[in-house]
């Protein structure tokens, strides 16, 4: 047990200890209006300089605190021992979060301790599939786990909040962040944001074993003109709130700790400048109560946005709009003291953010104990554990979709004669790590090629080439730009073809590397590199066996691959145990599951892509030849949203409704029967869309609205239900408000967004 700390501050002890003599715990008398009474007590203490600095984040991963510090990290050093900072981000371990907590403990005035903020995206240290990844087994209970499992390995390394989920809907593949989030669908973002913010955070922030989330970035930015990281989003009302607003609406109301604002502008105003969306309607609207922190440098860079003339005037449009903590613009800390002088901006707004900042801090349990995240021995328990490793096994099996399986070449034998494993993925064991790696080691992933020599027989021969080399798609390569391939590449593709020709199937592992996706990668295209072209249309030649190990974390043109290979694996950047999944579904120990949560689209040219769009008026379906379509390429998706292959089969019948025309405030109850067809055990997601035929605004063509994840044994059926109600039928209508509209309605139910099998029902007034 960690000794507590006497606080030197005699009213911060007395708060604590009137707490402690109450035996108030969050789960016993109205724990909350404590916290308020603790957080406007510490308040009253507080200078203004005090109170800016509680809302000032600096990165603490360039400051020393010994006597080598260099002027400027000795400033903010200062600055720290002076209570001029409340929190810090990129600061990780035991050791190094007590030291920085140590600073202010022992010579600021108040004694009110740091928070530490971390990037924890899909992991801390055992990494888990990318979230895109993560998100396509459709499996709350496991994403919400893993969530639970980063949480415990952050907590135990001195850390206290992470900045985590991203929850923007994404509808273009050429945006880098893409692969951060949970695709296209603002209804599996909604209820897989949620699984992970309960995750993060547990029942109890106070427990040592959670972290605060952050949901970002509020809002709009996965919809950025062109796919171009921090461009603008143009969008209107409606699709503001009908397609990007509802899942950070739901993750506020599962009571998410923190919000961060996004870089790009909302029809020409700057998300982190845009007072309408984070103080008029999270704030007020939706009473929500934790609090805003900017996005790395957002708040300086309103004026390259060209909508402050500088960061005085930045500072003042920011807290006015809502933020309440600036992340590395160093605006805050230089101007709101001036600001409030200078009469432009009122104290309560300085206040306001305070309080929620406090507020986390109180409810994390910083204050009974600054340093109760610091156990070095509970770090080398439970950071990158066995168990942990086996649990990341599991997830990363289940996020594995099988996009195609001609002749049921998969699953493998394990005695099978000759295995050529080929390609520039096929042993790397860094590129599964995935980018936003927090603390995962390069390096040390299980590689596909480790994963498939330990499970093979011992008799099975297994041949390795490279092929080529992995070449981002950059404009300044010359080499990606030409026709001509290195000497390199065409000698290493001479060798993949000689293996390929002698084996009796090719694994080929091709995609992106873990750092072609992620913050500012954007790629106008999205195919393989000319390299893997190349080497896949050479083996094609000598092998008509050639499974695809996709690994990316994007959706990617595989058009000729999807027309001329046998069998298609996707299968993201993984996480630790990439190899070792991998191979449990190559080799049939594990009959894969998962169902794409963004649509595959035939060519980076139909970018944005999704499913759910409206109809227009001369849809691509009619018989007239003007339409809204190409006229060079076909214009539904290459592999739909939702959609997904199994080794065994599933048939949906007796689809029914227990009534065809409701009010309102009614409910149907929808049944459907499903079959495992075939001769294996299998997991199966069965999916609900709903197409609203008349509304006062336009709907789009289907929306998902329900999903269930089930096992059936070979041969078996089971009745599934789903319930339509009012909850489900909403949305922001043309009267400026989220209401259900009377008309006709037609409801799909199937394995994949592409469902045909379809009933119907009315509402009626």
């Known amino acids: 047990m960690i000794k507590k700390i006497l606080f030197q501050s005699l009213l911060i002890l007395i708060l604590i200890g009137c707490s402690n003599n109450q035996g108030l715990t969050q789960k016993e008398n109205n724990v909350n209006n404590t916290i308020d009474k603790q957080v406007d007590s510490v308040l009253r203490l507080m200078t203004l300089k005090e109170k800016i600095g509680q809302m000032v984040q600096y990165s603490g991963r360039n400051i020393k605190t010994g006597p080598d510090s260099n002027t400027n990290e000795k400033e903010k050093i200062e600055k720290i021992k002076n209570g001029g900072i409340g929190s810090m981000l990129g600061v990780v371990s035991v050791k190094n979060t007590r030291e920085f907590q140590q600073l202010v403990m022992e010579h600021s005035r108040l004694k009110i301790p740091l928070l530490f903020g971390y990037d924890?995206?899909?992991?801390?240290?055992?990494?888990?599939?990318?979230p895109l990844g993560e998100s396509a087994s459709w499996d709350l209970e496991l994403i919400e786990k893993s969530a639970s499992i980063a949480a415990k390995e952050t907590s135990a390394s001195g850390v206290h909040w992470t900045f985590a989920?991203?929850?923007?809907?994404?509808?273009?593949?050429?945006?880098?962040?893409?692969?951060?989030?949970?695709?296209?669908d603002p209804y599996l973002v909604s209820q897989i944001g949620v699984a992970r913010v309960q995750g993060f955070q547990?029942?109890?922030?106070?427990?040592?074993?959670?972290?605060?989330?952050?949901?970002?970035?509020?809002?709009g930015y996965?919809?950025?003109?062109?796919?171009?990281?921090?461009?603008?989003?143009?969008?209107?009302?409606?699709?503001?709130?009908?397609?990007?607003?509802?899942?950070?609406?739901?993750?506020?109301?599962a009571g998410v700790a923190t919000f961060m604002n996004a870089f790009n502008t909302l029809d020409g105003i700057p998300a982190t400048g845009h007072k309408g969306?984070?103080?008029?309607?999270?704030?007020?609207?939706?009473?929500?109560?934790?609090?805003?922190?900017?996005?790395?440098?957002?708040?300086?860079?309103?004026?390259?946005?060209?909508?402050?003339?500088?960061?005085?005037?930045?500072?003042?449009?920011?807290?006015?709009?809502?933020?309440?903590?600036?992340?590395?613009?160093?605006?805050?800390e230089n101007n709101l003291e001036q600001l409030v002088n200078d009469g432009k901006i009122d104290i309560t707004l300085i206040d306001d953010a305070v309080k929620r900042i406090l507020k986390l801090k109180f409810e994390l349990g910083l204050f009974d104990d600054p340093y109760k995240y610091c156990d070095e021995e509970r770090e080398k328990k439970e950071v990158y554990s066995i168990d942990n490793q086996n649990f990341a096994r599991e997830v990363a099996k289940k996020s594995i979709v099988?996009?195609?399986?001609?002749?049921?070449?998969?699953?493998?034998?394990?005695?099978?004669?000759?295995?050529?494993?080929?390609?520039?993925?096929?042993?790397?064991?860094?590129?599964?790590?995935?980018?936003?790696?927090?603390?995962?080691?390069?390096?040390?992933?299980?590689?596909?090629?480790?994963?498939?020599?330990?499970?093979?027989?011992?008799?099975?021969?297994?041949?390795?080439?490279?092929?080529c080399y992995l070449i981002p798609n950059n404009y300044k390569d010359k080499e990606t730009r030409t026709s001509k391939l290195s000497i390199a590449d065409t000698a290493s593709i001479l060798k993949a073809t000689k293996a390929a020709k002698n084996a009796d199937v090719v694994l080929l592992a091709i995609g992106e590397n873990a750092y072609q996706t992620g913050e500012a990668k954007s790629q106008a295209e999205i195919g393989f590199t000319k390299a893997q072209s190349k080497l896949l249309k050479a083996i094609s030649k000598v092998n008509n066996n050639i499974i695809i190990i996709l690994m990316n974390g994007r959706p990617m043109d595989i058009t000729w691959a999807a027309q001329n290979t046998s069998a298609i694996l996707e299968c993201w950047h993984l996480g630790s145990q990439a190899g070792n999944a991998i191979a449990d579904v190559v080799f049939g120990d594990y009959n894969p599951s998962g169902k794409l949560p963004v649509s595959f689209p035939y060519n980076s040219g139909q970018e944005p892509f999704y499913y759910n769009h409206l109809n227009t008026g001369r849809p691509n379906n009619s018989h007239d030849r003007f339409f809204s379509g190409y006229t060079d390429m076909p214009n539904e998706a290459l592999y739909p949203f939702g959609y997904g292959l199994s080794y065994t089969t599933f048939k949906y019948k007796n689809l029914r409704l227990d009534k065809t025309k409701i009010k309102k405030d009614d409910s149907i109850n929808l049944s459907i029967d499903v079959s495992n067809t075939g001769n294996v055990d299998g997991e199966e997601v069965v999916q609900l869309y709903i197409h609203d035929l008349v509304g006062s605004v336009t709907r789009p063509v289907k929306e998902l609205k329900g999903f269930e994840k089930i096992m059936l044994k070979a041969g078996e059926t089971k009745t599934i239900n789903f319930n339509i109600n009012d909850k489900l039928l909403q949305f922001y209508t043309g009267n400026k408000k989220w209401e259900v509209e009377p008309g006709d309605f037609e409801v799909y139910v199937g394995g994949n967004s592409s469902t045909t099998l379809k009933t119907a029902f009315t509402i009626t007034n």
């Open 202 to 219: 547990g029942n109890d922030l106070s427990r040592e074993n959670t972290i605060a989330a952050c949901a970002k970035h509020f809002a």
């Open 402 to 467: 099988l996009l195609k399986n001609k002749t049921q070449l998969l699953p493998l034998k394990k005695d099978i004669k000759s295995i050529a494993v080929i390609g520039p993925l096929a042993n790397d064991k860094n590129s599964p790590i995935g980018n936003w790696r927090a603390q995962g080691i390069a390096n040390s992933a299980v590689s596909l090629l480790e994963g498939i020599k330990s499970a093979v027989s011992p008799n099975t021969k297994i041949m390795y080439e490279k092929g």
């Open 222 to 253: 996965g919809l950025a003109e062109g796919g171009r990281d921090y461009n603008s989003v143009n969008i209107g009302k409606y699709e503001l709130n009908n397609a990007v607003l509802p899942p950070f609406k739901a993750v506020a109301k």
């Open 120 to 130: 924890v995206i899909h992991g801390y240290k055992t990494i888990f599939p990318i």
């Open 165 to 184: 989920p991203m929850i923007d809907v994404s509808r273009d593949a050429r945006w880098g962040r893409i692969m951060e989030g949970a695709g296209e």
């Open 277 to 332: 969306i984070q103080r008029d309607l999270l704030k007020d609207k939706w009473n929500w109560k934790g609090f805003i922190v900017s996005d790395w440098g957002s708040i300086g860079e309103l004026v390259p946005h060209g909508f402050a003339k500088d960061k005085y005037q930045a500072s003042e449009i920011a807290i006015k709009a809502g933020s309440d903590m600036d992340m590395e613009s160093y605006a805050y």
